[in-house]
C-alpha cells in the first residue's frame, strides 16, 4: 500500500547548525505534503503546507525563515531547521494526502530532533 | 473555529477492563471528517478509523467500537477487554481544508 518514508528517524545536532529531514511518497505521487511538529506529551501541530512547484504555506506563528520548506518533486519534500536552537528539539512528522477520501492522509514515521 | 477536544489527558486501566475516550468536536462545515490515531511509544502514527459527517453508524472493529453522535458534536472511542499492548497516545483529529487539526490526545495506561 501507499506509504510515506521520513529520514532521518533521528538526529542530534549542536546548536546554531542546521538540520534537513526528508519526506517521501514512495508508490503515489504527493502534490501537497504537511508538516507537523509534537513537543513532548503534546499534541501534533501543523507547521506548514509544502506545494509542489510552488511556496510553502505556513500556519500562523511559524517562523518562515527558521523552517525552509522545499517541494522539489512530486515525491519529495524537505524541512530544513536553519541555525537549530534547544527549542527546537521536537519530534517532526510529514504526512501526503493520497487520492483517495478527503482528509485521507498517510503519515512518514516521524523525525526526532534533539539541538544540544 | 474548528476545534477537537480530547478532555481526558491520561487515563490509567488494568488489562481487561473497557476503557472510553472521549472527543469533542466543534465545526461549521455541514460535510466533515472525523478520525482516530494510534501513536505507541515508537511514535509513529497508526491509523484507526475515518467517519464522515453523514454516517452516523456506530462502528465495531473487533475490541474497538466507536459512537458517533451530531446531536452532541462527539466520536468517543471504547476498548473492550483493554490490553498491556493499547498503551499508547490515542488522538482524535477533524479535516479541515484537506489539513487534519489533532486533540491534545489521551494517553492512555493499560496495566498487567
Known amino acids: 500500500g501507499a506509504v510515506v518514508s521520513q529520514h532521518p528517524s533521528w538526529v542530534i545536532c549542536k546548536s546554531g547548525t542546521s538540520v534537513k529531514i526528508e519526506c517521501r511518497s514512495l508508490?503515489?505521487?504527493?502534490?501537497?505534503m504537511f508538516w507537523y511538529r509534537q513537543f513532548p506529551k503534546q499534541s501534533l501541530m501543523l507547521m506548514a503546507t509544502?506545494?509542489?512547484?510552488?511556496?510553502?504555506?505556513?500556519e500562523q506563528g511559524v517562523e518562515k525563515d527558521k523552517f525552509l520548506i522545499n517541494h522539489a518533486s512530486l515525491t519529495l519534500s524537505t524541512l530544513t531547521v536553519t541555525s537549530a536552537h534547544p527549542e527546537d528539539s521536537s519530534f517532526y512528522i510529514c504526512?501526503?494526502?493520497?487520492?483517495?477520501?478527503?482528509?485521507?492522509?498517510?503519515f512518514g514515521e516521524g523525525s526526532r530532533l534533539t539541538v544540544l | 473555529a474548528q476545534k477537537v477536544t480530547q478532555a481526558q489527558t491520561e487515563i490509567s486501566v488494568v488489562e481487561k477492563e473497557d476503557v472510553t475516550l472521549d472527543c469533542v468536536y466543534e465545526t461549521r462545515d455541514t460535510t466533515y471528517y472525523l478520525f482516530w490515531y494510534k501513536q505507541p511509544p515508537s511514535g509513529e502514527l497508526v491509523f484507526l478509523i475515518r467517519r464522515n459527517s453523514f454516517d452516523e453508524q456506530n462502528e465495531i472493529s473487533g475490541r474497538y467500537s466507536w459512537n458517533f453522535q451530531k446531536s452532541t458534536s462527539s466520536f468517543n472511542f471504547t476498548i473492550t477487554a483493554s490490553q498491556v499492548v493499547d498503551s499508547a497516545v490515542y488522538f482524535c483529529a477533524l479535516v479541515q481544508g484537506g489539513k487534519l487539526i489533532f486533540g491534545q490526545g489521551t494517553e492512555l495506561s493499560v496495566k498487567p
Open positions: 508508490d503515489f505521487q504527493a502534490t501537497t
Open positions: 509544502s506545494n509542489e512547484g510552488s511556496k510553502a504555506t505556513y
Open positions: 504526512s501526503a494526502p493520497w487520492t483517495g477520501p478527503p482528509g485521507e492522509l498517510f
